[in-house]
């Protein structure tokens, strides 16, 4: 037989798969060595469950400043200017959440279904050391399996039946391995590319499952060519700009925890002017601020939801404290929701975060105690779990969130300011399309990594807002 | 007649509750009567005050020319800076209540009923209410104290066998510290254990809503 | 006056871990792992403890002398492991025959399971629904649903009596901030337990840590000890 390919030829094959501007979660094995292979400054972000999103391996002479991190490999590894630290429980909810564009594992074993079998030892039958594994297969929205064609009793590691347990089933799009790359399609395998001088035939006697012969069989040659291509920027010039695909009839979170800190007032007015109609909100609050003055300077009327709902535009709001705490000035909401314009659904505020955690940090739905017997628990399945009363409550995700924070870099990380943060940090994972309103935007790796409280990876536009506006009316 | 007996101030109704924080723990007050609390700390004590606007260990209310809107607290009050503060996310700083390491909150309420359910989040008659952070205080604290006016306007009970208005927790309240008495919610019923300077026993049950229980130890309110 | 939370020695802050307690130990590949607190528990000796955390000691990274989980098994203290990597794979050592002896339980769960499991705990969340496990070996014995989002497995909360975490800077407070990957389990760990002890590289006084930086607030933080 023709000779196998090294593991970095396997790696440069995987590594051929990134797109600018994803994120990539590296297993250990043969997958970390991708690392080794996408250049540095390269416009894709690689996630090691040590806690470095962004990382590089140390170039030459560098490694000593910055934090001390830890690659899926356990070597050390350093940030790149796009970086940021995190610890497993963001690991996870990146996972979970589908904020992963490729995950990258080593398995034992591959079924035709695209099952997975992960690490174990023969010797203790019963143990598994399943680490990461397990997450990575579920977690990725493309997973790559990589991994020896055979193994070293020259049995074929990629094979038919599936397992009567499994790491991951149904989970693996692509096999990349030392004489082949194989797609899984419809649960069965296609066989795509094979290693220079390896023949269809070489590789189905090598292969435990039946490989589909390819229309056209390529050589593997992997191309980098679209590491060199710039991600797509994030800076929108202004609030209009970036709200161009915001359509009726979508749900968008938009936050202040109720007062102006904390609100993008810039793309709030934005969407006043756009017009959009038959919005669904979610928010802490649906404008108060102009009411009681929450959290405004003494003097000053700020701007707010109302905007909003003064304009038609609201059909639902889902929010906590969505009227005036005064019956005898209403607010503007509160009108519309007494005139039976508008929808309400009322919900307390950890749980409307916890549901906004859950959106974006892929969980279905959690029990949680609070609301449990009152008007909150009608209709949701209760449970009592070690004694104690919970309820069942849903995830929520939206179309769009209109965020505010305090620093941007170009590449949407962010940073908030005092009590500001609230809502948005919780929100930013939440929606397919989070937009961040913010006082500045500076270059990559002028935000320390440590700081950085939403990385980019979960903000697709970012506005500055405009020198001279004014929160306030 | 008792409705012109003299009912204690607020600030006392504060200064009770006070002597009920834990020295050295965490304390979550809303609004109205709750607030107060944090100005009758005893003297050599500490408290740590957490506010679901996401910061802890937030101290004195600013000065008007120093009000900075990145800096509120749950009531949208401007707060100073002060040494040891930490912000956090809103899903982190309930994550704090729910997760019992709120040692104490300090909540108003319309009702509280005699095992210690409380409503304190709508009023049947306007129909649409504030939640807020309420039920996941009143789900979630260690201890929930009510500090409150024994009475509502029309000086009919707050204190009642059965919430008739929307409850906000289950069996929550531990303490009802009020204008004219100190009480604490049992499951074998309401235990009245101090009463305000000048009362007696029978007023206060007399504005009472709930058949309340003398404990054998009860004394004048104790500051 | 309040006690504070500033404790002169590993061996105090942990004096009082009871035997049959649970204790998260913080750490990933060697990083973030409180060592001096792992010795005093060591010398102090408490039995039948489980033990949750990430992964054993990996040896390439030169943390041979370090204080582990395998001294505590060693030292016979160890009843319960819950782990995704309960061993430093490849060579399972002393866990591994005290596991095949029958001395030893071990639980394994998913690092991203566990992690949520602990967060759970932590924020008073009486379960949750994961996609993770589904069609897995990790599934068995749960409860699966079908949701809008597809099929989900519930997984329950974990607690623990005491968590052991390491942090770069703590102020007597409590605040925390960490550096790098040492960051990793300990702020959830944190959460979860009912009494968290950090062993800080520095200490400093309320006031000098940037209030945006801090990662665990100091109600999650209860002892502190000094790293050296």
């Given at each position: 037989?023709p000779?196998?390919l090294?593991?970095?030829?396997?790696?440069r094959?995987?590594?051929?798969?990134?797109?600018?501007g994803?994120?990539?979660?590296?297993?250990?094995?043969?997958?970390?060595?991708?690392?080794?292979?996408?250049?540095?400054?390269?416009?894709?972000q690689?996630?090691s469950d040590?806690?470095?999103?962004?990382?590089?391996?140390?170039?030459?002479?560098e490694?000593?400043?910055?934090?001390?991190?830890?690659?899926?490999?356990?070597?050390?590894?350093?940030?790149?200017?796009?970086?940021?630290v995190?610890?497993?429980?963001?690991w996870a909810?990146?996972?979970r959440?589908?904020h992963v564009?490729?995950?990258?594992?080593?398995?034992a074993?591959?079924?035709?279904?695209?099952?997975?079998?992960?690490?174990?030892?023969?010797?203790?039958?019963?143990?598994?050391?399943?680490?990461?594994?397990?997450d990575?297969?579920?977690?990725?929205r493309k997973?790559?399996?990589?991994?020896?064609?055979?193994?070293s009793?020259?049995?074929?590691?990629?094979?038919t039946?599936?397992?009567?347990?499994?790491?991951?089933?149904?989970?693996v799009?692509i096999?990349?391995?030392?004489?082949?790359?194989m797609?899984v399609?419809?649960g069965?395998?296609?066989?795509?590319?094979?290693a220079?001088?390896w023949?269809?035939d070489?590789v189905?006697?090598?292969?435990?499952?039946?490989?589909?012969?390819p229309?056209?069989l390529?050589?593997?040659?992997?191309?980098l060519e679209?590491?060199?291509?710039?991600?797509?920027g994030?800076?929108?010039?202004?609030?209009?700009?970036?709200i161009?695909?915001?359509?009726?009839g979508?749900?968008?979170m938009?936050?202040?925890?109720?007062?102006?800190?904390?609100m993008?007032?810039?793309?709030?007015v934005?969407?006043?002017?756009?017009?959009?109609?038959?919005?669904?909100i979610?928010?802490?609050?649906?404008g108060?601020?102009?009411?009681v003055?929450?959290g405004?300077?003494?003097?000053?009327l700020?701007?707010d939801?109302?905007i909003l709902?003064?304009?038609?535009?609201v059909?639902?709001?889902?929010?906590?404290?969505p009227?005036?705490?005064?019956?005898?000035?209403?607010?503007t909401?509160e009108l519309?929701?007494?005139?039976g314009?508008?929808?309400?659904?009322?919900?307390?505020q950890?749980?409307?975060?916890?549901r906004?955690r859950?959106?974006?940090?892929?969980?279905?739905a959690?029990?949680?105690?609070?609301g449990?017997?009152?008007?909150?628990?009608?209709g949701?399945?209760?449970?009592?779990?070690?004694?104690?009363?919970?309820?069942?409550?849903q995830?929520?995700?939206?179309?769009?969130?209109?965020?505010?924070?305090?620093?941007?870099?170009?590449l949407?990380n962010?940073v908030y300011?005092?009590?500001?943060?609230?809502f948005?940090?919780v929100?930013?994972?939440?929606?397919r399309?989070?937009?961040v309103?913010v006082?500045e935007?500076?270059?990559a790796?002028?935000?320390?990594?440590?700081?950085i409280?939403?990385p980019?990876?979960?903000?697709?536009r970012?506005?500055v807002?405009?020198e001279?506006?004014?929160?306030y009316? | 007649?008792?409705?012109e007996k003299?009912r204690l101030?607020?600030?006392?109704?504060?200064m009770?509750?006070?002597?009920?924080?834990?020295d050295?723990g965490?304390?979550?007050?809303?609004?109205?009567?709750?607030?107060?609390?944090?100005?009758?700390?005893?003297?050599?004590?500490?408290?740590?005050?957490h506010?679901?606007?996401?910061?802890?260990?937030c101290?004195p209310?600013?000065?008007?020319?120093?009000?900075?809107?990145?800096?509120i607290n749950?009531?949208?009050?401007f707060l100073?800076?002060?040494p040891g503060m930490?912000?956090?996310s809103?899903?982190?700083g309930?994550?704090m209540i729910?997760g019992?390491?709120?040692?104490?909150?300090?909540?108003?309420?319309?009702?509280?009923s005699?095992?210690?359910?409380?409503?304190?989040?709508?009023?049947?008659?306007r129909?649409?209410g504030?939640?807020g952070?309420?039920m996941d205080?009143a789900a979630?604290?260690?201890?929930?104290?009510?500090?409150?006016e024994h009475?509502?306007?029309?000086?009919?009970p707050?204190?009642?066998e059965?919430c008739?208005?929307?409850?906000?927790?289950k069996?929550?309240?531990s303490l009802?510290?009020?204008?004219l008495a100190?009480?604490?919610?049992t499951p074998?019923?309401?235990?009245?254990?101090?009463?305000?300077?000048?009362?007696?026993?029978?007023?206060?049950?007399?504005?009472?809503?709930?058949?309340?229980?003398?404990s054998?130890?009860?004394k004048?309110?104790?500051l | 006056?309040?006690?504070?939370?500033l404790?002169?020695?590993p061996?105090a802050?942990v004096?009082?871990?009871?035997?049959g307690?649970?204790i998260?130990?913080?750490?990933?590949?060697?990083?973030?792992?409180?060592?001096?607190?792992?010795?005093?528990?060591?010398?102090?000796?408490?039995?039948?403890?489980?033990?949750?955390?990430?992964?054993?000691?990996?040896?390439e990274?030169?943390?041979?002398?370090?204080?582990?989980i395998?001294?505590?098994?060693s030292?016979?203290?160890?009843?319960?492991?819950?782990?995704?990597?309960?061993y430093?794979?490849?060579?399972?050592?002393?866990?591994?025959?005290?596991w095949?002896?029958?001395?030893?339980?071990?639980?394994?769960?998913?690092?991203?399971?566990?992690?949520e499991?602990?967060r759970?705990?932590?924020?008073?969340?009486?379960g949750?629904?994961?996609?993770?496990?589904?069609?897995?070996?990790?599934e068995?014995?749960r409860?699966?649903?079908?949701f809008?989002q597809g099929?989900?497995v519930?997984?329950?909360?974990?607690k623990?009596?005491?968590?052991l975490?390491?942090?770069?800077?703590?102020?007597?407070l409590?605040?925390?901030i960490?550096?790098?990957?040492?960051?990793?389990w300990?702020?959830?760990m944190?959460?979860?337990?009912?009494i968290?002890?950090?062993?800080?590289?520095?200490?400093?006084?309320?006031?000098?840590?940037?209030p945006?930086?801090?990662?665990s607030?100091?109600i999650?933080v209860?002892?502190?000890?000094?790293?050296?």
């Amino acid at each position: 037989m023709p000779p196998r390919l090294d593991e970095l030829t396997m790696a440069r094959r995987a590594a051929s798969e990134l797109q600018p501007g994803q994120v990539v979660a590296l297993g250990s094995g043969l997958p970390a060595r991708v690392a080794e292979i996408v250049p540095s400054g390269a416009p894709v972000q690689l996630l090691s469950d040590g806690g470095a999103l962004g990382y590089k391996l140390p170039d030459n002479g560098e490694g000593a400043s910055g934090p001390s991190l830890c690659g899926p490999n356990g070597v050390s590894v350093a940030l790149g200017k796009d970086g940021s630290v995190v610890g497993t429980a963001d690991w996870a909810a990146m996972l979970r959440g589908g904020h992963v564009d490729i995950a990258i594992v080593q398995p034992a074993r591959v079924s035709a279904a695209g099952d997975l079998l992960g690490w174990t030892t023969a010797a203790t039958p019963g143990l598994f050391a399943p680490g990461r594994t397990v997450d990575l297969a579920a977690g990725g929205r493309k997973l790559i399996a990589m991994l020896p064609h055979t193994s070293s009793d020259n049995s074929p590691n990629i094979v038919t039946e599936s397992f009567p347990v499994a790491d991951g089933r149904g989970c693996v799009d692509i096999i990349i391995t030392d004489i082949a790359v194989m797609r899984v399609e419809d649960g069965a395998l296609v066989l795509a590319e094979v290693a220079p001088g390896w023949s269809y035939d070489d590789v189905v006697s090598l292969t435990g499952a039946p490989l589909a012969p390819p229309g056209d069989l390529k050589e593997i040659a992997p191309s980098l060519e679209s590491l060199n291509i710039e991600r797509p920027g994030k800076v929108f010039p202004d609030g209009p700009s970036a709200i161009t695909d915001l359509h009726d009839g979508a749900t968008v979170m938009i936050d202040g925890f109720g007062g102006p800190g904390g609100m993008a007032h810039h793309l709030l007015v934005s969407l006043r002017d756009r017009g959009t109609r038959g919005l669904t909100i979610i928010s802490n609050t649906i404008g108060i601020a102009r009411i009681v003055n929450f959290g405004t300077p003494a003097g000053k009327l700020a701007i707010d939801h109302s905007i909003l709902v003064e304009n038609g535009q609201v059909a639902k709001a889902i929010a906590t404290y969505p009227v005036s705490p005064s019956a005898s000035r209403p607010s503007t909401f509160e009108l519309a929701y007494r005139r039976g314009e508008v929808e309400l659904e009322l919900v307390p505020q950890g749980t409307l975060a916890e549901r906004l955690r859950a959106g974006g940090a892929g969980i279905y739905a959690f029990y949680t105690p609070t609301g449990a017997g009152t008007l909150i628990g009608e209709g949701k399945e209760s449970r009592v779990i070690d004694g104690k009363d919970y309820i069942l409550e849903q995830a929520l995700t939206a179309d769009f969130c209109l965020i505010r924070g305090h620093k941007a870099d170009t590449l949407g990380n962010i940073v908030y300011k005092g009590t500001s943060r609230n809502f948005n940090a919780v929100m930013a994972p939440s929606a397919r399309v989070t937009i961040v309103e913010v006082d500045e935007v500076v270059g990559a790796g002028e935000l320390d990594p440590e700081l950085i409280v939403t990385p980019g990876m979960y903000v697709d536009r970012l506005v500055v807002r405009p020198e001279g506006f004014s929160p306030y009316e | 007649m008792v409705e012109e007996k003299e009912r204690l101030p607020r600030e006392v109704v504060a200064m009770r509750v006070a002597k009920e924080l834990p020295d050295g723990g965490f304390v979550n007050l809303g609004i109205g009567i709750p607030t107060l609390v944090s100005n009758f700390i005893p003297d050599g004590s500490v408290v740590f005050y957490h506010s679901e606007s996401g910061v802890l260990n937030c101290g004195p209310l600013a000065e008007e020319d120093e009000q900075d809107i990145d800096l509120i607290n749950a009531g949208g009050q401007f707060l100073q800076m002060v040494p040891g503060m930490a912000f956090f996310s809103t899903v982190d700083g309930f994550a704090m209540i729910r997760g019992g390491h709120v040692d104490v909150t300090v909540l108003g309420a319309h009702q509280v009923s005699a095992t210690g359910d409380l409503a304190n989040w709508m009023l049947p008659e306007r129909g649409v209410g504030n939640i807020g952070g309420a039920m996941d205080l009143a789900a979630g604290a260690k201890q929930v104290i009510v500090a409150m006016e024994h009475t509502d306007r029309s000086d009919g009970p707050k204190v009642v066998e059965e919430c008739s208005y929307p409850i906000t927790g289950k069996g929550c309240v531990s303490l009802i510290v009020t204008d004219l008495a100190v009480m604490q919610p049992t499951p074998e019923g309401l235990v009245l254990k101090e009463v305000a300077p000048g009362w007696t026993v029978e007023e206060v049950q007399g504005l009472t809503g709930a058949k309340l229980i003398i404990s054998p130890d009860i004394k004048e309110y104790e500051l | 006056m309040l006690q504070g939370k500033l404790y002169g020695s590993p061996q105090a802050a942990v004096a009082d871990i009871q035997d049959g307690s649970t204790i998260l130990v913080a750490g990933f590949a060697g990083y973030g792992v409180a060592e001096r607190l792992l010795s005093a528990l060591l010398e102090v000796g408490s039995k039948d403890l489980t033990l949750i955390y990430r992964d054993g000691p990996y040896s390439e990274i030169g943390s041979g002398p370090l204080p582990s989980i395998e001294n505590l098994v060693s030292n016979g203290q160890v009843s319960k492991l819950i782990s995704p990597i309960p061993y430093s794979p490849g060579g399972g050592g002393t866990i591994e025959e005290c596991w095949q002896a029958g001395q030893l339980e071990i639980e394994i769960v998913p690092q991203g399971i566990l992690v949520e499991r602990l967060r759970a705990g932590g924020a008073g969340i009486g379960g949750v629904f994961l996609p993770t496990a589904v069609g897995t070996r990790f599934e068995s014995g749960r409860e699966r649903r079908t949701f809008p989002q597809g099929e989900a497995v519930l997984e329950l909360p974990l607690k623990a009596d005491y968590a052991l975490i390491k942090v770069a800077v703590a102020d007597t407070l409590g605040n925390s901030i960490y550096d790098g990957s040492s960051r990793n389990w300990a702020p959830v760990m944190a959460m979860a337990a009912r009494i968290t002890v950090a062993e800080a590289e520095r200490i400093v006084e309320p006031g000098e840590l940037d209030p945006e930086a801090i990662i665990s607030p100091g109600i999650f933080v209860n002892r502190i000890v000094a790293a050296a």
